[in-house]
C-alpha cells in the first residue's frame, strides 16, 4: 500500500517508515545529525511513551516553540501518533501571545528549548502542567531524554496510533486576522492526506528526493512541506536551524524540491547579480550548470515560490537560469496549498491551477472562493469567525481577488484583506500593529503601517491634535501647529518611546523598525481617512510614496 492511500499522517509515517528503513530522513547541514527512518520510528515510539506517562492522549494539545531541529520532527509525530494535535507558535512571540495562543489551544505540555523558557514562564499560562526542554533540564523542566526513558514498558504504542481517526485534529495554525487575536486553524489528518495527494499529484516524486526545512514550524510552508510531505513520500530533510544560513546550507543539502518565499530568490538574484550575472539567459548552458552547481541547486527538479507575492523578473530570472519555477498559492485554511503550477507546463505570472480534489471560483467581486478536502475544520472556538469565511456551500471565501483562465490557470489580481504579508512570507495584522503604536503614547493619534511584500515594518504616524496642543503648552512652545511638532526634539522622543513600548507587546517580525512622524493632520472624511476614521491604505501609500520610500532607503 501506498503512503498516499493512507487515512492518517500517523499510517502515512508507519508505512514510509518500514518501507525505507535506511533511508536518511532527518539530517544537519554537513550531516553532524542524522537519523534513518528507521531511527526517526524508535525514538517516536519512545517519545509518544514518554509523552503519555505525562497523560498526553488522544485530543490533546501540545504547545511547541522550538527552532528547526530534529527535536521537532521527533515530537510532533510521537504526540500526533497518540492522538494528540501538536502544534508550534512563532519563536519570536511575545509572553502576552504565548499566553492567547496556549490559553487559546488549551495544552497542558509545552516542548520548548532554554532559550525560549524566559518567555514561556512569563506568559505564566494557567493550566500548563509539564515543559518538556529538548536541549537540557534548566529547574522546573522535564529533559528529553528523561522523558523517552520515563515511558512505560506496557505502553501499546500500536494501539495508540491506530486509534487516530481522519477526522482528528493534527495540528492547529495560528494565523493573523485583519483584527484582532491570532486564529486557530484545525486541520485534520484528512486535511493533510487531502494535500499531500493534490501536492504530488501536480509536482510528481522521484526516489531520492531531498527537501530543507528552515521556515518557521508556526508557518504552514514549513509544516507542510519539511515534515508532513516526507512522511507521504520518502524524503531527505536537511533541517537548518537559522534561516538566514539557508543559501549557505543548499550545496550541502542539495535539495531535488525546493520552497522559498520570494524574499530568498530576491536576495539571491542581487546576490548573482552582484557577481556580474544579470542576463541568465545569455549565458553558455555550461556556465548555467556552473552557477547552479555553486547555489547547490544543480540536482533541484522544481522550484517552487509561494507565502507572498512574487515579482515576475525575479522569477523569470532563475527560470533562465534553468531553474523550473513554479508559484503556487494557499492559505493556512486550506492546508498549505491550494493551487500549483505544474513543472511541465508552469505559466508565470500565474500561481498555476487547482490541486486535485480542490474547486475554485471567483465570486461577483472577483474574489477567489475554494473548496475541498483540504480545507480547514474551522477557527479553534470562534464559530463565528468559522462563519465568516465559510459559506454554507462549503467555500472559503480567501479574501483574495482573482482571476482564472480557460485553461484553469489562477492569477492573484489583488488582495480584498488588509493583511500584511512580509517579503518572508509571514503574515501579520496591520491593525493589531497600529493598535498598540496607539495605546502606546498619548501623542500618537493615527498610525498607519506599512511592510507588505517588505523586508520589515515601517510606520507613517500622526500627532493627536488634542494632546500635542497640551504637550505645545507644557512644553513651553509658542507654535502647535502640526508641521512644528513633528520637528521637535521632545515630540520625537515621546514617540520613539512609545514606539519601543509598542514593540515589547509584538512579536520580532511585527516590530517597527522605522517611522516618520508627518507634519500634517489626517481629518475623518479626508483623504487618509474615512468618516469611521478608518485607514484609507492606497491612498495613503500613494500620497506618502516618497516618506515610505525613504524608510526603506
Known amino acids: 500500500m501506498s503512503a498516499l492511500g493512507a487515512s492518517t499522517m500517523c499510517e502515512a509515517f508507519q508505512l514510509t517508515a518500514s518501507e525505507n528503513p535506511d533511508l536518511v530522513a532527518l539530517r544537519t547541514p554537513g550531516g553532524e545529525i542524522e537519523l534513518t527512518f528507521s531511527d526517526y520510528a524508535d525514538r517516536v515510539r519512545s517519545i509518544a511513551a514518554g509523552l503519555a506517562e505525562l497523560g498526553v492522549k488522544r485530543g490533546d494539545t501540545v504547545g511547541m516553540m522550538l527552532l528547526n531541529r530534529p527535536e521537532f520532527n521527533l515530537c510532533d509525530i510521537a504526540a500526533m501518533h497518540l492522538g494528540a494535535t501538536p502544534f508550534s507558535i512563532y519563536n519570536t512571540s511575545a509572553p502576552e501571545q504565548i499566553a492567547y495562543m496556549f490559553g487559546n489551544a488549551g495544552n497542558r505540555v509545552v516542548v520548548t528549548e532554554s532559550q525560549f ?3 514561556i514562564q512569563a506568559a505564566d499560562v494557567e493550566g500548563i502542567e509539564h515543559i518538556v526542554c529538548v536541549d537540557g533540564d534548566p529547574e522546573g523542566t522535564i529533559a528529553l531524554d528523561e522523558l523517552e526513558a520515563g515511558g512505560s514498558d506496557d505502553f501499546d504504542f500500536e494501539a495508540a496510533w491506530r486509534a487516530v481517526e481522519p477526522g482528528d485534529l493534527i495540528t492547529l495554525c495560528y494565523t493573523s486576522g485583519t483584527t484582532g487575536p491570532p486564529k486557530g486553524v484545525e486541520l485534520t489528518h484528512a486535511n493533510l492526506m487531502a494535500e499531500a495527494r493534490g501536492v504530488w499529484g501536480a509536482i510528481g516524486h522521484e526516489p ?3 527537501t530543507t526545512s528552515y521556515l518557521p514550524h508556526a508557518h504552514m510552508a514549513d509544516r507542510w512541506t519539511g515534515h508532513y510531505a516526507p ?13 538566514r544560513q539557508i543559501v549557505a546550507a543548499l550545496p550541502d543539502a542539495r535539495p531535488t524540491v525546493w520552497v522559498a518565499v520570494p524574499r530568498i530568490w530576491e536576495k539571491l538574484k542581487a546576490a548573482l547579480e552582484a557577481q556580474g550575472i544579470t542576463d541568465p539567459a545569455a549565458l553558455p548552458d555550461e556556465a548555467r550548470a556552473g552557477v547552479l552547481a555553486k547555489l547547490g541547486l544543480d540536482n533541484c527538479r522544481i ?3 509561494g507565502a507572498a507575492p512574487s515579482p515576475i523578473e525575479v522569477l523569470e530570472f532563475f527560470q533562465a537560469l534553468g531553474l523550473p519555477m513554479c508559484e503556487v498559492w494557499g492559505m493556512s485554511e486550506l492546508s498549505c496549498a491550494a493551487t500549483a ?3 511541465d507546463d508552469s505559466r508565470l505570472g500565474t500561481v498555476g491551477k487547482a490541486l486535485e480534489g480542490v474547486d475554485v471560483k471567483l465570486a461577483d467581486d472577483g474574489e477567489l472562493l475554494c473548496r475541498g478536502p483540504l480545507l480547514m475544520r474551522g477557527y479553534r472556538k470562534d464559530p463565528e469567525k468559522t462563519a465568516e469565511a465559510i459559506d454554507s456551500d462549503g467555500w472559503l471565501h480567501t479574501g483574495d ?6 485553461d484553469g490557470y489562477v492569477k492573484i489580481v489583488d488582495r480584498k484583506k488588509e ?3 512580509n517579503a518572508a512570507g509571514k503574515n501579520m495584522s496591520p491593525a493589531n500593529i497600529e493598535a498598540r503604536l496607539k495605546t502606546s503614547s498619548p501623542l500618537i493619534g493615527q498610525a498607519c503601517c506599512i511592510g507588505d511584500r517588505r523586508p520589515y515594518n515601517v510606520a507613517l504616524l500622526v500627532l493627536d491634535p488634542d494632546v500635542s496642543q497640551q504637550w505645545a503648552t507644557e512644553q513651553g512652545l509658542a507654535d502647535a501647529s502640526p508641521a512644528v511638532l513633528a520637528e521637535d526634539d521632545s515630540v520625537k522622543a515621546e514617540v520613539a518611546r512609545g514606539v519601543e513600548e509598542a514593540n515589547t507587546h509584538l512579536s520580532r517580525v511585527e516590530q517597527i523598525k522605522r517611522f516618520r512622524v508627518l ?9 487618509e481617512l474615512t468618516p469611521t476614521m478608518k485607514l484609507k491604505r492606497k491612498p495613503i501609500s500613494s500620497r506618502y510614496e516618497a516618506e515610505i520610500e525613504s524608510l526603506y532607503s
Open 231 to 243: 512522511l507521504t513520500q520518502p524524503m531527505t530533510v536537511t533541517i537548518v536551524a537559522d534561516p
Open 208 to 210: 531520492g528526493d531531498r
Open 341 to 343: 503550477n505544474p513543472p
Open 303 to 305: 522550484a517552487l515560490v
Open 419 to 421: 493583511l500584511i504579508i
Open 519 to 527: 507634519p500634517v493632520d489626517w481629518e475623518p472624511g479626508g483623504e
Open 117 to 119: 523558557l524566559d518567555a
Open 401 to 406: 481577488v482573482a482571476e482564472i483562465d480557460d
